[in-house]
């Protein structure tokens, strides 16, 4: 039976989401971006420096993936609205993962700013996949005006310190009705794996295999550890016991 | 353009502009005034020597 991810009525074999960012090369990227075998790839958009203008990102990304602009950088609901529509305006496309963030410090969204911007992308047509706090009742609200997704943190950007917002992760999965990425935070395959575990429909790692030592193998370990999360998930993982419970039998020792 | 002065030539559009300036390939994201641009515009779009012009483009990012 297939397991494919739907989001706005778009399949995808793939749970696994790269960023783009921090990686020593464009080659380097391009080659976990493979290994990782993820079908959605965040970029973020930024002015031109004519000065220092480098390489074109996208001729290294894989024509099959979808390129998700992301609106970093924006601080306000009107500058996030501002750039997706230049995103889209100049061929990108009409998906954008939503980010919100006016604290340079801890990189946390505005949930306010967030789904102010959100409702208004939806309006105008666009696909919308936001990055928030896992606030149970927010992300109920972005589900209400449109959003295609829900998109939590583990922890704070780059921060690889795993699932420190489970609980909170836990019930927003368990509410939703959209699919959930985790998103931020994750620093191990085993995070990834716990977060699939628990329910969530995807997860999207950048830092921790743009840093690791090897970033390709790193990108294939996060895509079997999703593999394995997500079997384990549809397996339906045991309930926990306070005590042992011997596997052995019991009786007719020898 | 970008927060400098650039010179235009005659009859410039958005399209000759960027290809003046090597980035007719791949995604070239053009703000007019404060407004974006259709890609499917750009070879229409004249400018004039007013217009504030912001070029971004897609950068590495999570």
Redesign the interface.
Do not use: H, Q
């Given at each position: 039976m297939h397991d494919t991810l739907t989001i706005a009525g778009r399949e995808f074999g793939s749970r696994l989401f790269l960023?783009?960012?921090?990686?020593e090369s464009?080659e380097t990227?391009r080659a976990a971006v493979l290994a990782s075998r993820a079908e959605i790839v965040?970029?973020?958009?930024?002015?031109?420096?004519?000065d220092q203008r480098g390489e074109?990102?996208?001729?290294f990304l894989p024509d099959e993936v979808l390129?998700l602009?992301?609106t970093?950088g924006c601080e306000t609901a009107e500058e996030a609205v501002?750039m997706a529509?230049?995103?889209?305006?100049?061929?990108?496309p009409d998906w954008v993962k939503l980010e919100v963030i006016p604290d340079p410090r801890y990189l946390l969204p505005d949930p306010v700013e967030t789904l102010l911007a959100a409702a208004e992308l939806v309006e105008d047509g666009f696909t919308v996949l936001p990055y928030v706090l896992p606030d149970p009742v927010l992300a109920k609200k972005l589900e209400e005006v449109g959003c295609a997704t829900v998109m939590p943190l583990a922890a704070p950007?780059?921060s690889g310190r795993g699932l420190k917002l489970r609980d909170s992760i836990r019930i927003v999965v368990e509410q939703a009705e959209v699919p959930v990425v985790v998103d931020?935070g994750l620093g191990a395959p085993s995070h990834a794996a716990e977060s699939m575990e628990m329910g969530a429909s995807a997860v999207?790692v950048?830092?921790a295999i743009a840093r690791a030592e090897d970033p390709v193998s790193m990108a294939n370990a996060f895509r079997l550890a999703v593999d394995a999360g997500r079997t384990a998930f549809r397996a339906g993982v045991m309930e926990e016991e306070r005590e042992a419970v011997p596997s052995s039998p019991a009786g007719g020792r020898v | 353009m970008n927060g400098r002065p650039q010179e235009l030539a005659p009859g410039e559009t958005v399209a000759s502009l960027l290809a003046r300036l090597g980035l007719e390939g791949g995604y070239a994201l053009v703000e007019r005034n404060g407004e974006p641009v259709e890609r499917a515009r750009y070879a229409e779009v004249e400018l004039a020597d007013s217009d504030k012009i912001i070029v971004a483009r897609p950068v590495a990012g999570g």
């Open positions: 960023g783009t960012g921090k990686y464009f990227m965040t970029v973020a958009v930024r002015r031109i420096d004519f074109d990102i996208t001729s390129l602009p992301n970093s501002r529509k230049l995103a889209r305006a100049g061929g990108l950007i780059g931020a999207l950048n830092t | -």
